[in-house]
């Protein structure tokens, strides 16, 4: 997967370097929605690892998790990658 983080800057900056590329690693991925405002995406992350991670059968793998936020749409994805106890079904 290649992923675009961007930011537009006066020609002839000489600032700290804000990005730096990354490869995301092939994995099985458990996606969120969080349709409220952002400033509430604290309570979002509490649900999914304080609540969402203890009662399932997926574990985050604790490698990168990413956002995506979908053109024209007022939402965050919240994808984290997980392992299983059994088999993801098809």
């Not at 969080?34 to 309570?43: C, Q």
């Not at 990413?66 to 098809?90: A, H, M, W």
Request: proline share 8%.
């Amino acid at each position: 997967m290649s992923v675009l983080c961007a930011k537009s800057v006066n020609q002839g900056w000489t600032g700290e370097e804000l990005f730096t590329v990354r490869r995301v690693p092939a994995a099985s991925y458990i996606r969120f929605i969080h349709s409220e405002d952002v400033t509430r995406i604290r309570d979002a992350y509490q649900y999914i690892y304080g609540t969402y991670f203890a009662q399932s059968p997926l574990h985050p793998l604790g490698n990168w998790e990413f956002q995506r936020y979908p053109k024209g749409q007022s939402v965050i994805e919240i994808y984290i990658p997980v392992r299983t106890e059994t088999p993801l079904p098809n």
